[in-house]
């Protein structure tokens, strides 16, 4: 399995206040990714890294912030919570290379927004 | 643009039963990859296959195959002899070629398999 973790896994808040979600991993990978999941839609992609520093946005990137100052750490932000943001959190890394060229998954972190 | 279509929201079978899995794809790209990924009850995304488009020959793993038709769209994932530890969401993804950071993931379909 790949060495991904997710904390917190479960957080409960309220509408307007700031969270953050951290993402965690030891393979060393360079690509990292933010994806939300709800009924209905499958995941999509929030926000993703390509490197330090380095960011791009999602499909659905507004609301969140990102920022990665180590490798092996990606941190997604949500400014001021919403009840829209209610939803399960998934981090991802990637290598790249041709022949792993595939994304792994973290556990998840359910978030409610109240 | 791309887009996956998993159409069966809801498989319910008995176990021993073989199911298949049903995964349409649209993409205007001539190289693509395809996935499949496992969400069990506990939540965690478990990465199954990946397939490129240049190869169409079907896979076979355990009591997993896959079927690849790029004349139809297709990557169907057929489970033989289901068993209770199979029961899941499961998601079928897209992507392009060197450009796998846009992964577009289908709906999923949950299969639940009864004893």
């Known amino acids: 399995d790949a060495g991904i973790t997710q904390s917190p896994r479960h957080k409960v808040t309220e509408t307007g206040t700031p969270v953050t979600l951290r993402c965690h991993q030891t393979e060393n990978h360079r690509y990292m990714y933010w994806y939300r999941q709800d009924p209905g839609h499958g995941l999509r992609l929030i926000h993703y890294s390509y490197g330090v520093k380095d960011t791009d946005k999602g499909e659905v990137s507004d609301g969140y912030s990102v920022s990665r100052s180590k490798t092996e750490d990606f941190l997604l932000t949500l400014e001021s919570a919403t009840s829209s943001q209610t939803s399960v959190y998934f981090c991802?890394?990637?290598?790249?290379?041709?022949?792993?060229?595939?994304?792994?998954f973290g556990p998840g972190t359910r978030l409610t927004v109240l | 643009a791309q887009k996956v279509t998993q159409a069966q929201t809801e498989i319910s079978v008995v176990e021993k039963e073989d199911v298949t899995l049903d995964c349409v794809y649209e993409?205007?790209?001539?190289?693509?990859?395809l996935f499949w990924y496992k969400q069990p009850p506990s939540g965690e995304l478990v990465f199954l296959i990946r397939?490129?488009?240049?190869?169409?020959q079907n896979e076979i793993s355990g009591r997993y195959s896959w079927n690849f038709q790029k004349s139809t769209s297709s990557f169907n994932f057929t489970i033989t002899a289901s068993q209770v530890v199979d029961s899941a969401v499961y998601f079928c993804a897209l992507s392009e070629i060197g450009n796998t950071d846009k992964l577009i993931f289908g709906t999923g379909t949950r299969l639940q398999v009864f004893p």
């Open positions: 397939r490129n488009s240049f190869d169409e």
């Open positions: 991802a890394i990637s290598d790249r290379r041709s022949s792993t060229d595939t994304q792994y």
């Open positions: 993409t205007r790209d001539t190289t693509y990859y």
